[in-house]
């Protein structure tokens, strides 16, 4: 059983950082792929980022520019920047990590609390 730990969520002003970390109970690169999904109250859950196993990422228009999804195959982590946030930034990030050879595989982390302040 994979297993994602999320961590690094807080309460920051308009305009300021956060780094979310999600660390893997195995070798990332037995996924195709990880992202970084979010989910506010009320909405639907949306892919923020994701990073393939060949290292290709992508990213939703409404962070572009502002986030930048990273990982360190050394700790088995995963990481998301953000920067310039927004109140509309706001929402349960969760980590997500997929495998699609041989028997699916899709694994979700617990969720960790953003929350931009105007």
């Known amino acids: 059983q994979v297993q994602l730990v999320e961590s690094g969520g807080g309460l920051v002003q308009a305009g300021g950082s956060l780094r979310l970390s999600c660390a893997a109970s195995?070798?990332?690169?037995?996924?195709?792929?990880m992202g970084w999904y979010r989910q506010a109250p009320g909405q639907q859950r949306e892919l923020v980022a994701s990073i393939t196993d060949g290292g290709m990422t992508n990213y939703a228009d409404s962070v572009k520019g502002r986030f930048t999804i990273s990982r360190d195959t050394a700790k088995d982590t995963m990481y998301l920047q953000m920067n310039s946030l927004k109140p509309e930034d706001t929402a349960t990030y969760y980590c997500?990590?997929?495998?699609?050879?041989?028997?699916?595989?899709?694994?979700w982390g617990q969720g960790t609390q953003v929350t931009v302040s105007s």
């Open positions: 997500n990590a997929e495998r699609w050879q041989g028997p699916k595989v899709v694994t």
């Open positions: 195995r070798n990332i690169l037995y996924f195709n792929v």
